[in-house]
């Protein structure tokens, strides 16, 4: 079965607590053990950014799912592209809250926020593939 990985960013509707990301966590990972999705979801002043890999008609079908969800908004896919392996393979989903700055490659991540959010590159590579890197080494 073929792979894709999918990375979109969007803006929360509200401030997230600690209690709303747990909820979209455990929903995530509840919802993604039975489709066969693995992914981490990434959370930094108000804006989501969320790696999804699995079959491709699964994640159209997931990410057609996702644009409707009430809790954020202007959601963009920033990479879609087929992957040899998965990057994320010991979860249904994760989820770092970059907010309690306490996340390993803390710098890193919210410079990929950063950039995804107004489309800058990160050197010479795109946000999508510096996350994807970030998680590969």
């Not at 803006?11 to 999705?37: C, F, P, Y």
């Not at 710098?107 to 590159?121: G, N, P, Q, S, Y």
């Amino acid at each position: 079965m073929s792979i894709n990985q999918m990375i979109y960013i969007s803006q929360a509707t509200r401030k997230m607590s600690s209690s709303d990301l747990h909820e979209i966590l455990k929903s995530a990972q509840d919802n993604n053990k039975s489709i066969d999705v693995t992914g981490s979801l990434f959370y930094n002043g108000g804006w989501f950014l969320q790696v999804l890999e699995g079959p491709t008609e699964t994640l159209k079908r997931l990410y057609n799912k996702i644009e409707k969800d009430p809790r954020h908004k202007n959601t963009r896919i920033i990479y879609d592209a087929p992957a040899r392996f998965r990057t994320f393979t010991r979860w249904t989903m994760n989820m770092t809250n970059l907010e309690d700055r306490q996340a390993d490659k803390y710098d890193e991540l919210v410079e990929v926020i950063e950039a995804a959010k107004t489309d800058r590159k990160i050197g010479s590579a795109s946000p999508a593939v510096t996350l994807l890197k970030i998680f590969k080494s």
